[in-house]
Structure formats: structure tokens, C-alpha cells
């Protein structure tokens, strides 16, 4: 279920969550491109769907970036920035709304 949960969160990352780094004009085609490989991770098994992820954004980030350092730090820079958009648009808001629910520790 938590994999399935992060399919959601990285869904919801690209395609719902308003992006303004990103224009308006790009993102229909974006969302038209990942929006197959997104049901197709969520209708892999669970225990499928981490490893296929993985893959996809690493087959990405290979085909995208030049093979050399500076374009491997420029890779690093975008997955650091990813984790911490995930943690601020989507975990961070969760966790709060469960403290809110059961209390904070």
C-alpha cells in the first residue's frame, strides 16, 4: 500500500499540484506522457511497483542528462529537489492533518 501511496504522491506531484517552475503550456504534453506509465506502475503488484519506478526515472535521468559529471550533480540537484517537493506538497501537509487527527508526539 505504501508503494502505491508514493505512485499517488509522484502522480500528484507531476500532474494535479499547480507547478510554477513549469508553464502552463508544457504540461498537457507532459501530463499526456506520464499519465500511461502511471497506470501502468499502479496496476503492476505491489511488490513490483518500487523497482519499475526506479527504473522509469533512472532510464530517464540516463537519457536525459549527458554522460559527465557536472550533468550528473545537475541529475542529483533535480532528484534532491523531487524529494523535498514530495515532502513539502504532499507528506508534510499529511502529517499534519494527523496530528491534528491523534495528536502530536
Known sequence: MVVLSVVRICYQLIIIINMPYIKKEQR??????VAPLIEHLKSLPLEDQD??????????????????????????????????????KIIGPYE?????ENGDV
Open 28 to 33: 498537457p504534453k507532459i501530463d499526456e506522457l
Open 51 to 88: 523497482g519499475s519506478l526506479n527504473y522509469a526515472v533512472t532510464k530517464m535521468i540516463k537519457n536525459v542528462y549527458p554522460q559527465k559529471y557536472f550533468h550528473f550533480n545537475r541529475a542529483l540537484g533535480v532528484l534532491t529537489a523531487i524529494t523535498q517537493e514530495l515532502y513539502r
Open 96 to 100: 499534519e492533518t494527523k496530528i491534528t
